[in-house]
């Protein structure tokens, strides 16, 4: 279930032609491409949203496509929409989730420009796509390839919420065994920390900041290993400062979680960045300033070694992700 193995996609990416109009095609560990327009780059990106909570549909349809802009240092200005259903789909439902969608895109500013919408034998429940795109001067292109050995790795926003939060939405008897009815109330109010657009918008103003790359499906494992990849460095992560909710470590003691599970737990919204050492201070004040949780967790080194160290004991970093959120909305205690 989502996404292919790296080795499956790079297979999948060699019949793809070239076009030196083309900055950065469709490549593994980037979530947006590239091409030249005018004298500026335009930054598209296309995400799929299916099985979310459908009084959320919209937005984070809307939300996925403008965080993955947002990410490489663009504001995300126009998208497109596709909105698709089985035949049984009543009309009432698809323009339910286009206000929502529709409510999305004013919000951060972003024009809807076309789509389309139907139903179709073959499928069993609505499924939407968005694309989003937005321009950035070339010097201020950030990309998952931009890291550099000596960067600090910030993480933005606790790993794992997206989990708890739609389990509160989708699960509420299970959530609030687990969590109680007030948590469970308020982790429902938090829907919005699954976009990156605000937060990554925020990390582009600053000439320090070198990649970023938000956790989402693979979490924090999959993130991590995919920017070092493209940036060729490796990095040391001190576990202990990762910022973990107790609602995230209440999954991971009812759930039995194993660590591997825990640093791969899908968590959307939260955003890794690597800050150089000059702009550390700055970074941070920036955050607070905006009331955003932002934590200092290791270092890029030039050394490629991915080095997970707790307990001042150093072990390597999982290579690949094991996420549980599949498991954790569906499955009974």
């Known amino acids: ?123 069993s429940t609505v499924v939407g796509a968005c694309t989003a795109y937005g321009t950035v001067d070339k010097s201020k292109l950030i990309t998952p390839g931009g890291a550099k050995p000596g960067d600090h790795v910030f993480c933005l926003k606790p790993l794992g919420q ?45 000439c320090e900041v070198h990649a970023m790359h938000d956790a989402t499906e693979g979490g924090l494992t999959t993130a991590l290993n995919e920017i070092a990849e493209a940036s060729q460095v490796g990095f040391r992560i001190d576990f202990e400062k990762i910022p973990i909710s107790d609602e995230v470590q209440e999954l991971k003691r009812n759930f039995r979680l194993s660590e591997r599970q825990l640093l791969s737990i899908s968590s959307t919204g939260t955003i890794l960045g690597a800050v150089s050492p000059e702009g550390k ?6 955050m607070r300033q905006n009331k955003v949780q932002a934590n200092d967790i290791g270092i890029f080194t030039k050394d490629t070694r991915h080095i997970l160290t707790k307990n001042n004991k150093s072990k390597s970093f999982p290579t690949v992700a094991d996420d549980p959120y599949a498991r954790i909305l569906s499955e009974k205690l």
């Open 1 to 123: 279930m989502g996404k292919l193995s790296n080795e499956e996609l790079s297979k999948l990416l060699k019949c793809i032609g070239t076009d030196p109009r083309v900055i950065i095609p469709p490549r593994v560990g980037f979530d947006s491409g590239v091409h030249l327009i005018d004298d500026k780059y335009l930054v598209v990106s296309t995400d799929p949203c299916v099985n979310v909570p459908r009084d959320w549909f919209g937005w984070l349809l809307v939300n996925y496509a403008a965080s993955d802009v947002a990410l490489f240092g663009a504001e995300p200005e126009f998208c497109t929409i596709n909105l698709l259903g089985p035949p049984s789909m009543k009309a009432q439902t698809f323009h339910h989730i286009m206000k929502q969608a529709c409510q999305a895109a004013h919000d951060v500013e972003m024009a809807i420009v076309t789509g389309h919408t139907g139903t179709y034998y073959g499928l």
């Open 162 to 206: 997206e989990v708890a939060i739609n389990l509160a939405l989708t699960r509420k008897v299970l959530a609030k065994k687990l969590f109680g009815s007030e948590k469970t109330q308020k982790l429902k109010e938090l829907v919005p920390m699954q976009s990156c657009v605000r937060e990554a918008l925020l990390l582009a103003k600053n």
């Open 281 to 286: 201070e700055k970074v941070e004040a920036m």
